[in-house]
């Protein structure tokens, strides 16, 4: 594959992916780089060219480090394979509801902060054998404290839990884990009002 050179020659390219089905950071970056290139600013240019090798991984990379910077990472560094290495969060911790003892028996929530002080959480979900989540990044909501987070987490798996009470398909939405997890949710949240009491 032919690397793409970002220069100010390249607004046939920056045209092309413009006219074709676009993500809205997408296109608020090939804006970005196309006004560049009207403007003739190669100091611009060269910045946007740092990200990537290609079209694709410059749009994808700007995008990923600007997710980071709204959590005060600031660090451009790449894998590899030239792609943006994800930022680590600050105060990681998980926390784990419903029955821990057994695999797939119970639901995490992942949070962690950035360097600015601002918080976000993940979720990773099991209602038996169905369920689902993803890992802390930058891509997540942002929130103010720790507890905005984390109330945030549990309201929402709260309302996943519920909504499966019932459910006829007892192998993939197991009512044991169901209402164990609630319960644990439930738990979770007494905590906090006790705690945030003191």
């Known amino acids: 594959m ?19 089905r676009l993500v809205p950071y997408e296109y608020e970056i090939l804006n970005e780089i196309a006004a560049a290139i009207h403007a003739g600013n190669l100091e611009t240019l060269q910045w946007f060219a740092g990200f990537g090798d290609s079209l694709r991984a410059i749009l994808m990379n ?32 998980v926390v784990k509801l419903g029955n821990t003892a057994l695999y797939g028996e119970y639901s995490e929530i992942r949070i962690g902060r950035g360097v600015n002080g601002i918080w976000s959480f993940a979720l990773s979900y099991r209602f038996g054998c169905a369920g689902g989540g993803s890992a802390l990044s930058v891509y997540d909501p942002p929130f103010a404290s720790r507890e905005a987070a984390l109330t945030t987490a549990l309201s ?10 019932g459910a006829t398909d007892t192998t993939n939405y197991k009512q044991d884990v169901i209402l164990k997890t609630l319960k644990a949710i439930e738990g979770a949240q007494v905590n906090m009002v006790q705690l945030s009491l003191f």
């Open 62 to 93: 700007v995008h990923a480090y600007r997710k980071g910077a709204e959590f005060g990472f600031t660090e451009i560094a790449f894998d590899q394979y030239g792609w943006f290495v994800r930022p680590r969060f600050l105060d990681y911790e």
């Open 2 to 20: 032919e690397k793409f050179a970002l220069i100010l020659q390249s607004r046939p390219d920056i045209d092309e992916r413009l006219a074709g």
């Open 156 to 165: 929402k798996l709260k309302v996943m839990f519920t909504e499966k009470i």
